[in-house]
């Protein structure tokens, strides 16, 4: 699990924080009534509250509310009953009010955590530190014209989750695996469809580095990175810019940087002096969000199943490995599937071929699985020729290729193509018996003693009769025959 | 002519129900009044007589049917502050000159729902942020008082200056303000008519230009008491658009002056005893106490001991907020732009362009108390100290039903006075600024004049929600009061 960087002064810890901005999945904005869907042509969906125009004021949208409550709870978090609105004073050309409403000193949602999963199969508790709610900004346009910027505030004052981690990650694995749980979980809540290139679930990443045992030092924060995968590599790449600042007898400096993909590195955005004073105060638009416990408790008891309480359900009731389970819960359509396909079937075989051949055959297709080609009912008609012997497990590979490319069932694959599984002990000794006629310089070396060829005649057995011998008809057979 | 000119809005409802007079007849009274008084007073930075023969026309249709809201044909001139839907609004500033909003605040849409008749927009001071209606980008408004033996022109006092002056000079029969730290009660003082401040969340403030959002309110300017209460009637009421509007029952005001003021405790704070008050008001003050006693109250000396932070707090909290509310205009979206080479350009050109000197002083003063390093030692002090005043209030309405003051520490001033010091205009509002802090209702009467034969107001402040009282309080102070001087600048004195 230790990730390290071997400086030339010896080896140097990551401390990762993540501020994750997602928005909120909702008919309206935050405080105005205009529709919050994603695509419309610019500027088709702006009230003149979002505009910012002269007398509007803001008012709060009930949903957005619950989904942050919703959020709240899939963090198993504190939901603070009394919350409140400060303005982020700045100037940009897309910030129509000049300011933005957001929680500053009292945010919705207080301390959470979430679990993550890592490669080695083991789990980590990451502090979730707040959530709160704000309204996004519009977008500039700056490739539209040779000397204009364009404006377009369709997204401007659509509801966002603000969620700050606590800086308890210590590898980019760790970053990586905490986004697509916070992802899973919210998908899973319907707070927020995590979709980072369209840009509704973005990520600041606060990384600094220290010795072993050391208090934190200085951090920098890059913005608006667009993927988990990004995120990994930014963390990795400016890690190593700040082993090699302090290396270098200097001291990182606090400041916003941006990552470039492109090559891999962090650039300065702007330095502590020229930090933003925000300004912050309550807004006196808006009273202090006032919610009930009773209100908090109703949206609790709609909550659907949540990822772990899932994960815990796959492991005891289909005796699924931690890590197996974990995978199939990343997705809610991919446990949905799962629980169709192990229903009445060995739950652990059923998550051996979904994430075996039947992921490697979406992925060479390039399908997920809400568009695959074969159904969780289907695949469970293929497991089930293979549970009842009518095809063996390497046939079974082929029927299932099949299936994804013509779509029909397994059944009738395995019947036009004539692809039974052989148990008729005559058949299967006649092939024995060809194969060894075949090969004597082989039989020699076996009965010399060269126990491994055993496999080579396997093979040759399975071979002839065109892969559809039973594999341990097979076996009985040349262990007597030899 | 005068006597059209002389109604009272419950006098012309009665005219007009009864057919004397027409809402057309009405209307053009006014307007022709405008035409002959505007050169003189500046109250109004748009006119408009199309759209306010319309609704006329409109009024008398309805009362023909017999129907007909509270206000149908009253004519009434709405501060440039409230957005008009397809009506330039400019509040006041160059920034926004060219603004025509495509909405209707809610308190305007409301007095166009009972019938009223909209003669135009009145002058103010820009953004609402002064108390002499001069920092205007449309020039002062003045005063239709005049010293006696004096042709001085005088301020009409502000923010709300030419709401008042159009009504005390019978250009129109009532008129909409907004009140942040005395902006209706103040300039109602100095014009010698009637101005209410209802309590904070009575009247919605949606489509009002914000200034303090915290302490902006709208209110009626009247010849009268009870008219007072007939607007305010049209205009409160809960908005769900305004999230900081109450929802509260809406009463009959016009009833609750007829109360009287038999057995109410009306409070003497004995810190509005100013140093350097001039005698004559002190004089008012008293008089109007006896007034209300021999109408069967009884005065209480009651104590507010935070008065006197009152307007450090105000010219904090004011400030902060509109450096924030004020940050919209950026030449981007709406109202002036100057052209720019890059967007820093665009925004400081611009706003040079756009603000007076009064607007960016409290930007100033504003985005300063809310920097970092220093939000702790002003802003924060202020809400502090403005919980204190909310809580003097609230202690002493536990003894009292309500207060009497003066309005203002002088009568009005002439034009460029104070201007070379901004502390000096500040002081104008020592009385009205703490009852905006707590957030409660206060009504200026006129009680008297003083030596120079200029108006004089008294101050009724209220519990929350409780304007009946301030109005019943308002009544009898009128009553007592007989006041019947005319301004000298008024309708028919030209002819």
Not at chain 1, 21 to 32: E, N, P
Not at chain 1, 342 to 364: C, H, P, S, V, Y
Not at chain 2, 322 to 349: I, K
Request: hydrophobic share 40%; proline share 5%; aromatic share 8%.
């Amino acid at each position: 699990m230790s990730y390290i960087i071997e400086g030339a002064t010896g080896p140097w810890e990551l401390v990762i924080g993540l501020e994750v901005h997602a928005q909120i999945i909702s008919r309206a904005k935050l405080f105005s009534g205009a529709s919050a869907e994603y695509g419309a042509p610019p500027n088709s969906q702006v009230s003149f509250v979002d505009a910012g125009f002269p007398g509007m004021l803001p008012v709060i949208n009930a949903e957005c509310v619950a989904q942050a409550v919703r959020t709240g709870l899939g963090l198993n978090a504190q939901i603070n009953l009394v919350s409140r609105f400060d303005r982020k004073n700045y100037f940009y050309a897309d910030l129509p009010q000049g300011y933005q409403i957001s929680q500053f000193a009292h945010p919705i949602v207080g301390k959470g955590e979430i679990e993550i999963l890592l490669e080695s199969g083991e789990t980590r508790q990451i502090g979730v530190t707040r959530l709160h709610l704000e309204q996004d900004a519009g977008k500039s346009l700056h490739d539209q014209d040779p000397a204009l910027s364009f404006i377009d505030l369709n997204r401007a004052g659509v509801a966002l989750m603000e969620i700050v981690s606590e800086p308890d990650m210590r590898t980019p694995e760790e970053a990586g695996a905490y986004l697509r749980k916070l992802r899973t979980i919210m998908r899973y809540l319907g707070t927020c469809d995590g979709n980072m290139e369209e840009g509704s679930m973005r990520a600041d990443v606060n990384v600094s580095v220290r010795k072993a045992d050391e208090e934190f030092r200085t951090r920098c924060e890059i913005k608006n990175v667009n993927s988990v995968r990004f995120v990994m590599q930014a963390i990795e790449a400016e890690a190593r810019r700040q082993v090699a600042v302090w290396e270098s007898g200097e001291a990182v400096q606090q400041e916003t940087r941006l990552y470039d993909p492109a090559r891999s590195e962090t650039r300065s955005m702007r330095s502590k002096e020229d930090a933003h004073d925000y300004r912050y105060f309550p807004d006196p638009d808006l009273l202090p969000l006032v919610i009930e416990q009773a209100w908090v408790d109703g949206l609790a008891s709609g909550l659907p199943e949540l990822p772990d309480a899932k994960k815990a359900r796959f492991m005891s009731r289909y005796g699924l490995p931690a890590y197996d389970a974990g995978v199939l819960i990343m997705e809610q359509a991919t446990a949905d599937f799962y629980e169709v396909l192990a229903e009445g079937r060995d739950g652990k075989i059923a998550a051996n071929w979904m994430l075996g051949d039947f992921f490697a055959g979406l992925n060479r297709l390039g399908r997920g699985i809400g568009d695959s080609p074969v159904s969780a009912a289907a695949l469970g008609g293929l497991l089930d020729l293979l549970a009842d012997a009518t095809i063996n497990g390497r046939i079974a590979k082929d029927v299932l290729e099949a299936m994804m490319e013509t779509g029909e069932p397994a059944a009738a694959i395995v019947e036009s193509r004539g692809l039974r599984q052989v148990t008729d002990t005559g058949a299967i000794d006649a092939a024995v018996e060809k194969v060894l006629a075949a090969n004597p310089d082989k039989l020699a070396e076996y009965k010399s003693g060269k126990q491994k060829l055993f496999g080579f005649f396997v093979g040759q057995v399975m071979k002839a009769m065109a892969g559809k011998g039973n594999p341990a008809l097979v076996n009985d057979a040349l262990k007597r025959r030899l | 002519m005068t006597d059209t000119l002389d109604f009272t809005i419950a006098g012309a409802r009665n005219a007009l129900r009864a057919k004397t007079i027409s809402a057309r007849e009405l209307t053009e009274a006014h307007l022709a009044a405008i035409e002959a008084l505007e050169p003189s007073l500046n109250a109004f930075i748009t006119v408009t007589p199309e759209t306010a023969l319309a609704a006329a026309d409109a009024a008398d249709g309805a009362l023909a049917r017999g129907e007909g809201g509270p206000l149908a044909g009253i004519p009434l001139a709405i501060k440039d502050l409230f957005c008009t839907n397809g009506i330039r609004t400019t509040a006041g500033s160059r920034i926004l000159e060219p603004f025509v909003p495509p909405y209707e605040s809610t308190v305007t849409r409301q007095l166009l729902r009972d019938g009223a008749v909209f003669l135009g927009k009145a002058n103010l001071d820009e953004f609402a942020m002064g108390s002499s209606t001069t920092t205007s980008a449309f020039g002062p408004t003045i005063n239709p008082w005049q010293r006696q033996g004096s042709n001085t022109q005088l301020v009409p006092g502000g923010s709300s200056g030419g709401s008042a002056a159009a009504v005390a000079s019978g250009m129109a029969l009532g008129s909409t303000g907004t009140d942040t730290g005395g902006s209706i009660r103040q300039p109602a003082s100095f014009c010698g008519i009637v101005g209410m401040k209802p309590t904070y969340g009575r009247c919605s403030r949606f489509g009002v230009v914000a200034f303090a959002s915290s302490l902006d309110q709208p209110g009626p300017f009247a010849r009268t008491v009870e008219d007072a209460a007939i607007l305010l009637g049209s205009m409160a009421g809960h908005d769900p658009r305004d999230s900081t509007s109450m929802d509260w029952p809406v009463p009959d005001y016009a009833a609750a002056c007829r109360r009287g003021v038999k057995g109410l405790r009306i409070g003497v704070p004995r810190e509005y005893h100013a140093d350097g008050m001039p005698a004559e008001i002190e004089r008012l003050w008293q008089q109007g106490l006896d007034w209300l006693r021999d109408a069967g109250a009884e005065i209480v000396d009651v104590s507010l001991p935070h008065t006197k932070y009152g307007l450090a707090t105000y010219y904090i909290v004011a400030p902060a907020e509109c450096s924030s509310n004020l940050a919209r205009y950026d030449g981007v979206r709406f109202g002036l732009r100057v052209p720019a080479q890059d967007l820093t350009d665009l925004y400081e050109e611009t706003r040079a362009a756009g603000f007076g000197a009064e607007v960016r002083r409290r930007i100033l003063i504003g985005t300063y108390v809310l920097s970092a390093g220093y939000y702790d030692a002003y802003y924060l002090k202020a809400q502090k100290v403005r919980a204190l005043i909310l809580k003097d209030f609230t202690d002493v309405f536990g003894q009292v039903d309500a207060l009497l003051t003066p309005t203002a520490p002088s009568a009005a001033f002439g034009v460029g006075e104070n201007m070379d010091d901004p502390v000096k205009m500040y002081l104008n509002d020592v009385f009205t600024v703490p009852a905006s802090i707590a957030g409660v209702p206060g009504i200026s009467v006129p009680a008297g004049l003083d030596g120079d034969g200029l108006p004089l107001g008294l101050q009724v402040i209220g519990k929350h929600f409780d304007e009946e009282t301030v109005f019943a309080v308002g009544q009898a102070l009128e009553s007592a009061a007989g006041f019947s001087a005319k301004p000298q600048i008024r309708v028919g004195s030209l002819r």
